[in-house]
């Protein structure tokens, strides 16, 4: 019987849906959560509040207001605090959960913002983040009265017009005094997140109450269970560069603000998060200047009598955690291609695996009795929200059910190989109509770190790697040495040799796919985003096996993204050395250095505002390898995208990347 089914095209991504932040309630009845829909039109995403009542009912929208994110439970399951960016500035919202539809009211006005919100243990205080200036804090410090109310619309819009104009003003020119002035995609102010309370019940006079004062942000605030101490982190060098790299957790009083630190500074510590039961604090911890070794799980007492690293002998990453009631962790470990959920018990000191298969954890909540909310992204799904109860993972939602009911999804299948450097495991799709008798383009993709990972069901890449199928091609990607998954040693292989490495375990997966009989090793496409974009130009600088390569947001010359990238500790680290006090190991080790041997017709894909690989870095390549060689090179520059261009950007944006990649290699592995 034939297929029904059609090909998934590039504009199918219109009809994608993702979910975030599952909140199971405290008296377990629901889960809170938010979808997240293309919004074409007008170039960006709808994110609105659902409701999932458990552990049978139906899911059903809870806010409308299209800028919706961070829904937070109080204590009794009465109201959901969440954050919306509905008006000026994002504000906390609260709204009564036991009226669906209801009108939620602003709790926060901040000038800057507000973000962040955690519950006080008996649900009558919330305590979030604004971002406040040194000179901000010191006129809230002296209790200046703020401006009396416009007298009318026409004097409030002038008032706006005057802020607007003079915050532009302000920044022209534009100082920097620090390492980055620049993330995402705009430049970095003077504002740092502090730390603030406020009553949570309706009242005219309820003012905001700041607990820090540092030019240093605090990370999302935690309550303590007895409800008088705040948790969070901090950077230990507010004057440094990347001063996130170096963290110490602290304890803040609720009232007072007294700052206490709970660790040493010897390692960075973050994200603290505390038991209901009040005896433990687990958080993450890392290597100061270290990036290529899994991040540890800590858990410390709170009265700072023992700690413990829960994940050492596992040497895996934790990607997320959340306390069960009785103060159990719920953990979200990367293991070989998959993240999937773990239980640990404080008690017993005993780490189990809650559930096995082939899938990856985004996010993950946990209740009573072992349950878990989860969104979960399979080789059949891009993304749908689960629970795990009694050991059984259900999907409890159906989003892209119905576009998956219209397409035709290719199985994914693993394939492991080795390589000079040991094992390595790898996963490909068959072409869309696959016939055994014929052989097809392939579509080399590589991931980007150069320590992340890539598994069964990545859902950044689902839809990109389904498209590759469907238009004719057989696509393979692999976990090469610096990957995360597969532990310390695992990752460390790639140190201070990013190129050599990584080809060598990549193309012995080309060589073991190319075994199978399914693809033509003379119709070979190859492409990788940001440390897949370097591997991208590395390789095709260093062989002529491919026909067509696109280079996304990538790194080719280290020197130069060392002065203009917002993480130039990454290469030190990597490195082992400055630029200036080794610029032989930059330049031995960039692309860039041998692009007049690029012979592959190669497109550059590169956003205009990306911070973290600016776009000089693909200026650089296309002049090199324009003026130094007769190969084709072309340049597409997206406007207003950063360098989550693939991931987050415009709509209409990502399927014109998808579609101009898709039209590079067809048209070169086809002449």
Known sequence: ?????????????????????????????????????????NKT?????????????????????????????????????????RGDKPQIYLLPAAAPGGEARALTSMENGAHSPDWSPNGTRIAFLSPMSEDERAAEDAAEDPPPEPTDKLEGKQRKERKAEDELNRWDPRPMWRIPYRQGTSYVDERYDQVYVIDAVESADTKPKRLTNLNADYAQPRWSPDGASIYTDRTTRPEGDEPW???????????????????DGEYSAYAPNPSPDGKWIAYGRGHIGVTDMPERLILMATDGSESRVINESLDREVFDLAWSPESRLMLSIETEGNLLPWFYDPVTD?????????????????????????????????QELYVLIGGELREVTRFNHDWLDEVIVQEVQELRFTSPHGEVQGWYLLPVGYESDKSYPLALNIHGGPHAAWGYSTKSMWHEWQFHAARGYAVFYCNPHGSGGYGEAFMRKLHAAWGPVAMDDIMSGIDAFLALGVADENRMAITGGSYGGYMTAWIISHTDRFSAAVSQRGVYNLSSFYGTTDVPLLMSNEFDAEPWDNHAVYWDNSPLKYAADINTPLLLIHSENDFRVPIEQAEQLFAWVRRATDT??????????????????????RISRLTEMIHWFDRYVNE
């Open 45 to 85: 995403y709808k994110r609105n509040i659902w409701l999932l009542p458990l552990p049978d009912g139906e899911a059903f929208q809870l806010t409308r207001g299209d800028k919706d994110s961070g829904p937070r439970w109080s204590s009794d399951a009465s109201q959901l605090a969440f954050v919306s960016d």
């Open 632 to 653: 084709p090179v072309h340049m597409l520059r997206y406007p207003r995208e950063g360098h989550e261009l693939s991931r987050s950007g415009e709509p209409g944006h």
């Open 350 to 382: 005993g780490l189990a695996q809650a559930h096995d298969g082939r899938y990856e954890i985004e996010q993950i909540s946990a209740g009573a009795e072992g349950l878990m909310a989860l969104t979960v992204s399979t080789p059949a799904n891009p």
């Open 245 to 263: 790299r170096a963290k110490n957790i602290f304890r803040l009083q609720a009232e007072s603000g007294e700052e206490e630190a709970l660790t």
């Open 1 to 41: 019987m034939p297929n029904s089914k059609r090909p998934i095209t590039a504009e199918d991504l219109n009809r994608i849906h993702y979910l975030q932040d599952p909140q199971i309630s405290p008296d377990g009845k629901y889960v809170a959560f938010v979808k997240i829909s293309p919004d074409p039109l």
